[in-house]
């Protein structure tokens, strides 16, 4: 069985930063790509960005220049920094992996969810 638990998420001031993480637990042979998605009050949920397993990292046009996704292979994490937050960042942010749970099987594991609301 694989969780995916995610945190950092809190209330900021707009201009600041956060940082949140993103842990990979269980049965893990490998981990692919890993997301980040967030989802704002009535809207769909959208795709913040993604990260390969080399480390190559791909953004959402709103977040580019303000978002680096980064990942610690050894530690099965992720991380999303964020700076020069803005009130429309405001969202539920969840963190989504595509894991080898074995060399032939694939799955995609979401995590609950964690706030970040921003104000001006």
């Known amino acids: 069985q694989v969780h995916v638990v995610e945190s950092g998420g809190g209330l900021v001031q707009s201009v600041w930063s956060l940082r949140l993480s993103c842990a990979v637990a269980?049965?893990?042979?490998?981990?692919?790509?890993m997301y980040w998605y967030r989802q704002a009050p009535g809207k769909q949920r959208e795709l913040v960005g993604s990260?390969?397993?080399?480390?190559?990292?791909n953004y959402v046009d709103s977040v580019k220049g303000r978002f680096t996704i980064s990942r610690d292979n050894a530690k099965n994490t992720m991380a999303l920094q964020m700076n020069k937050l803005k009130p429309e960042d405001t969202a539920v942010y969840y963190c989504n992996a595509d894991v080898h749970v074995s060399r032939n099987s694939e799955y995609n594991y979401w995590g609950q969810g964690t706030q970040v609301t921003v104000y001006s």
């Open positions: 269980g049965y893990i042979y490998k981990i692919n790509e």
């Open positions: 990260i390969t397993s080399d480390g190559s990292g």
